[in-house]
């Protein structure tokens, strides 16, 4: 039996896709081991998004050539750099095998041709495959949370972004493959499942008669059973309807958050982005998630020191994350993606040091921000799903509340998997600390 082992980079939807890759070759007789010393293949599954996140990757793949030195293994790049360089990547790294995200049933054959010495590619990008019928072999640590992909590739085309270069078109996938796969995760012990999409709230899945869109989907997946809790990431706002918001509020077992990505506060970037939506907008369907779902959890991404972005720009960003006060944020600056459009058009005219001090004074609002939204659950009583141990102290549980903070607390009576009742008595910018109750 050959062992295979993965490193996977980027978003949840590259885990997993490292989930569906595993399964695939897995009946290929691949078997999955975490020791790169052991293994007979070893991959990257990677992310383009950045131009860092490449740079990283390439130091790895370095490191995987040392495993060269007294053995024989097949190295593989997987994933959106696979995609976005394609055969480049023979000529500049010693690799044996290239696949995009679409490409992943070729691996057998891919890993049975390059047996011979030649390096192998397919960089093919499908209308059509959503890897729907393959279950995947979950590679989650607790065994109590999984992630399901509801739809691949991306239509919109915000102009900073490579992913619907890497990905493609965007697809949604069979629904009753996906009601199915929480059925199954839910047979196997999973309380919780995350539905995935770069823009869930544009899945539209039709055949014959049915027509399925985002909140009847969500809406199926929250009946397998109450027990089962169901996230959603990523909303885009522009497409955030109120049917979704009033389904959240219907169903206990839909978690109350939200990812809710607004990339900057200021109308004249948002536009340069082409994100289809204003500050005013964004500040609106904020208003309405909070009028429906009070306690609803709110995460966002956002970009720094994006083409032409002015002091007065930044300051729109600031003030917003002021007004909204976000529970967490993913913060980048700006990083230049070749074949974009922004790429194509307009020039990259930040300097560095002024986007690392305006990324910088956003990070420091957002933790002044994330302590005062953390504080404000002081003394509220929230309903926990275990995931395990805390990572500090073997005595205390960790888990999430519905709207995804993190909670501590000391039992040693309970497990992973479990739902427990707790208080809130103190927290940190980034956990709340607990009692049971
Ligand atoms: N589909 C999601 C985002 C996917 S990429 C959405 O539309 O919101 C994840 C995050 O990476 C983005 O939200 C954005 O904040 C960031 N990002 C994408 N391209 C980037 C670039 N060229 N430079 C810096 N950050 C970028
Ligand atoms: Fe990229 Fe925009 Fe698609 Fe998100 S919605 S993946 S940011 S193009
Ligand atoms: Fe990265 Fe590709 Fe995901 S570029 S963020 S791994 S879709």
Redesign the pocket.
């Known amino acids: 039996m050959k062992k295979l082992y993965i490193e996977t980079y980027g ?1 949840q939807m590259n885990v997993n896709d490292t989930e569906v890759i595993f399964a695939i070759l897995a009946k290929e007789g691949y078997q999955r081991t975490e020791n790169i010393e052991e293994a007979d293949v070893i991959m990257a599954n990677t992310c383009s ?2 131009d860092n996140a490449e740079q990283r990757i390439w130091g790895r793949v370095d490191q995987f050539n040392l495993q060269r030195k007294n053995r024989k293994v097949v190295i593989g790049i997987l994933g959106c750099m696979a995609e976005r360089l394609k055969d480049a990547l023979l000529d500049t790294h010693k690799v044996d095998i290239v696949a995009g995200p679409d490409a992943y049933r070729s691996l057998p054959r891919l890993l049975k041709a390059v047996s011979d010495g030649n390096p192998q590619i397919d960089v093919m990008l499908s209308r059509e495959e959503t890897y729907a019928d393959i279950n995947p072999v979950r590679i989650d640590k607790n065994g109590v949370s999984a992630y399901i992909s509801i739809m691949r590739g ?1 239509n ?1 085309v ?1 102009s ?4 619907p270069y890497t990905r493609g078109a965007e697809r949604s996938r069979d629904a009753h493959t996906i009601v199915r796969e929480a059925c199954d995760c839910l047979a196997k012990g999973y309380k919780e499942v995350t539905l995935l999409g ?2 869930v709230d544009s899945y539209h899945w039709q055949s014959g008669e049915e027509d399925v869109n985002f909140a009847q989907l969500l809406e199926m997946v929250a009946q397998v059973s109450p027990e089962l809790r169901v996230r959603f990431s ?1 909303s ?1 706002p522009q497409d955030f309807s109120d049917e979704v918001i009033e389904l959240m509020a219907k169903y206990e077992n839909i978690c109350k958050h939200i990812h809710f ?1 607004v ?1 900057s506060g200021s109308n004249r970037m948002l536009e340069k982005m082409r994100r289809r939506y204003s500050r005013e907008w964004y500040l609106e369907r904020v208003a309405k998630i909070r009028s429906v779902i009070p306690d609803c959890g709110l995460t966002t ?3 720094a020191g994006f083409c032409s972005e002015t002091e007065e720009d930044h300051k729109e960003t600031l003030s917003l994350f002021e007004e909204v006060c976000f529970d967490t944020a ?1 913060m ?6 070749p074949g ?1 459009l922004a790429a194509r058009k307009y020039p990259d005219d930040v300097d560095l040091e002024t986007k690392t001090r305006r990324l910088n004074e956003i990070i420091a609002l957002q933790n002044k921000m994330s302590l005062k939204s953390y504080k404000k659950d002081i003394g509220k009583r929230f309903r926990v799903l275990v995931e395990g141990p805390s990572k500090k102290n073997p005595e205390e549980l960790c888990g999430r509340a519905s709207n995804n903070k993190m909670c501590v607390f000391p039992d040693t009576c309970h497990k992973a998997g479990d739902y427990v009742d707790v208080e809130v008595v103190n927290c940190t910018s980034a956990t709340l600390l607990c009692k049971l109750v």
């Open positions: 978003c998004v950045r991306c919109n915000c900073y972004c490579v992913v770069q823009n990523t885009n990505p990339q991404d956002v970009i993913f980048f600056y700006y990083s230049e993606r974009t």
